[in-house]
């Protein structure tokens, strides 16, 4: 049974993201915008929708048209390649990923087509290229950015968040919303040092359902004469409380601030 439920499963995800992709190239080339999006960006909340009860996904997020309105940063946590998918069922929000993901057939081919800004982390050079990109980038659909800068073990905290990300808001005056993801259980979702497929395979075939929390902190607009590395400091002691409020207790929604 475990080998038919995860093998219809992905086999219906893998005809969803071609059907997708082909969608996305299709339409990429016309200059239509939807609540700011461009049109070709609007096929991936749909599809990611669909994915959801696919693969019995319960998703709880509450206040998330603060999300389809914000003009700015997401900062969340990353514990996931799930956390994608749940950030883009809500809105066609975009990210900056490693580089790359920008070669990888179809998911590539589909990030590159919905303005992803792509950064080699080890290269000083494409950081700053990065950086560059999304100081000009418009920020709204909002950008999400993930500030630990990668998946890492292991997930009982929250890792050091990389200042960049909120150097970049700080300068540009962009307003962050922080975010935190809880799953239950984690360790079906949680992308360890192993092959992609093999994560997937552990979280396509699990017939239990899997429950995914979204926790959205108080919006923060940087001053002018914030200090980044502050900021990035102050967010994580908040998301981290919240993270591991979450966690022990079992909430269904914390609100905090920073």
Not at 155 to 178: D, L, M, N, T, V
Not at 197 to 220: D, G, N, Q
Not at 240 to 246: I, L
Request: proline share 7%; charged share 20%; with cysteine.
């Amino acid at each position: 049974m475990k080998l038919i439920r995860g093998t219809l499963r992905l086999t219906s995800f893998i005809l969803l993201l071609m059907l997708t992709t082909l969608l996305v190239l299709l339409t990429a080339w016309i200059p239509v915008r939807i609540k700011g999006a461009r049109l070709s960006a609007w096929f991936l909340p749909t599809v990611c929708r669909l994915l959801l009860p696919l693969f019995n996904v319960e998703f709880t997020v509450r206040e998330a048209d603060r999300i389809t309105r914000h003009d700015g940063f997401i900062f969340p946590n990353h514990l996931s390649f799930l956390d994608i998918i749940l950030l883009l069922s809500i809105f066609p929000v975009r990210f900056l990923a490693k580089s790359e993901i920008a070669y990888w057939p179809f998911v590539g081919w589909i990030a590159r087509a919905v303005d992803t800004v792509f950064v080699k982390r080890e290269d000083k050079e494409s950081r700053e290229k990065a950086r560059d990109a999304l100081a000009q980038l418009h920020t709204f659909p909002a950008v999400a950015i993930f500030p630990e800068g990668g998946i890492f073990q292991p997930p009982a905290e929250i890792k050091p968040f990389r200042y960049g990300a909120f150097e970049i808001a700080q300068q540009g005056g962009h307003s962050f919303i922080p975010a935190v993801f809880i799953y239950e259980p984690l360790d079906i979702v949680f992308w360890r040092d192993e092959p992609l497929l093999t994560a997937v395979w552990r979280f396509a075939s699990r017939p239990e359902p899997i429950k995914a929390r979204l926790f959205l902190l108080r919006t923060v607009q940087p001053n002018p004469d914030d200090d980044p590395r502050q900021l990035a400091l102050e967010t994580h002691g908040a998301m981290t409380a919240v993270y591991k409020h979450s966690n022990n207790r079992g909430d269904d929604v914390v609100q905090s601030g920073i």
